[in-house]
T-cell receptor, first 114, second 113 residues
Framework: DGGITQSPKYLFRKEGQNVTLSCEQNLNHDAMYWYRQDPGQGLRLIYYSQIVNDFQKGDIAEGYSVSREKKESFPLTVTSAQKNPTAFYLC?????????????FGDGTRLSIL | QQQVKQSPQSLIVQKGGISIINCAYE??????FPWYQQFPGKGPALLIAIRPDVSEKKEGRFTISFNKSAKQFSLHIMDSQPGDSATYFCAARDNQAGTALIFGKGTTLSVSS
C-alpha cells in the first residue's frame, strides 16, 4: 500500500532534549511538508521541501530543523529551543509536475512534554 | 495574520440536514482550494477541491460553491450523517509562494442521530 508513515505515534520530550519525528513516504512524491496542529489553530507550516537536499522555512520554523537526504524521507527535529513543543505534528507529501496536486497526509505524531 | 478565515468554529446538524461551512480569503494569488476532513487521531484526508475558474463542484453529497468576486467559498454536505462528524478544514494555495497550503482554523461538525 502506498502512503505516508509517521513514527512514533506518541512521543514524550524531557526539558532540554531534542527529539526527531520520522516521516517516510512510498508515493514517489517530490514535495514534502511538516505542519503543526494545535487545538483551534488549524495547521501551520513548519518546513517544506520540494526536492532532495533542499528545504525552506515555513511560518513557524523557529526551534525546528529538518533534512532531506532521500526522496522518501523528511525527518523533523524538535530542538530544545522550541519552548512550546506540545502539539500534533503532521507530515504531508505531494507530487510535483502538473499542478495543482493535493497534499496527502500521514496520521501524525503527538508530542508531549514530560 | 490569518489568510483564510473559516466559520463557524463548530456546527451541530441533525441527521439528514445540510451542513454549511464557509471560508473567505483576501489573496488573489490563491489558485487552488481544497477541503480536508479529519477524524480524531488521524491526519486530514482530501475531501474535494476546486479551482477559481469553476463556480461549483459536486462529488456525491459534498459540494463546493465558489464566489471569486466575493473571495468566498463554502462546503455543503447534503443529507448529513453521523459518520460525517469530524473536523473540516478549508485551505488555499498561493501560486506565488511555493506549494504549501494555507489552512483555515477548522470547523468541528457534529451530526446528531
Amino acid at each position: 500500500d502506498g502512503g505516508i508513515t509517521q513514527s512514533p505515534k506518541y512521543l514524550f520530550r524531557k526539558e532540554g532534549q531534542n527529539v526527531t519525528l520520522s516521516c517516510e513516504q512510498n508515493l514517489n512524491h517530490d514535495a514534502m511538508y511538516w505542519y503543526r496542529q494545535d487545538p483551534g489553530q488549524g495547521l501551520r507550516l513548519i518546513y517544506y521541501s520540494q526536492i532532495v537536499n533542499d528545504f525552506q522555512k515555513g511560518d513557524i520554523a523557529e526551534g525546528y530543523s529538518v533534512s532531506r537526504e532521500k526522496k522518501e524521507s523528511f525527518p523533523l527535529t524538535v530542538t530544545s529551543a522550541q519552548k512550546n513543543p506540545t502539539a500534533f505534528y503532521l507530515c504531508a507529501s505531494r507530487p510535483t509536475g502538473v499542478s495543482p496536486q493535493p497534499q496527502h497526509f500521514g496520521d501524525g505524531t503527538r508530542l508531549s512534554i514530560l | 495574520q490569518q489568510q483564510v478565515k473559516q466559520s463557524p468554529q463548530s456546527l451541530i446538524v441533525q441527521k439528514g440536514g445540510i451542513s454549511i461551512i464557509n471560508c473567505a480569503y483576501e489573496n488573489t494569488a490563491f489558485d487552488y482550494f481544497p477541503w480536508y476532513q479529519q477524524f480524531p487521531g488521524k491526519g486530514p484526508a482530501l475531501l474535494i477541491a476546486i479551482r477559481p475558474d469553476v463556480s461549483e463542484k459536486k462529488e456525491g453529497r459534498f459540494t463546493i460553491s465558489f464566489n471569486k468576486s466575493a473571495k468566498q467559498f463554502s462546503l455543503h454536505i447534503m443529507d448529513s450523517q453521523p459518520g460525517d462528524s469530524a473536523t473540516y478544514f478549508c485551505a488555499a494555495r498561493d501560486n506565488q509562494a511555493g506549494t504549501a497550503l494555507i489552512f483555515g482554523k477548522g470547523t468541528t461538525l457534529s451530526v446528531s442521530s
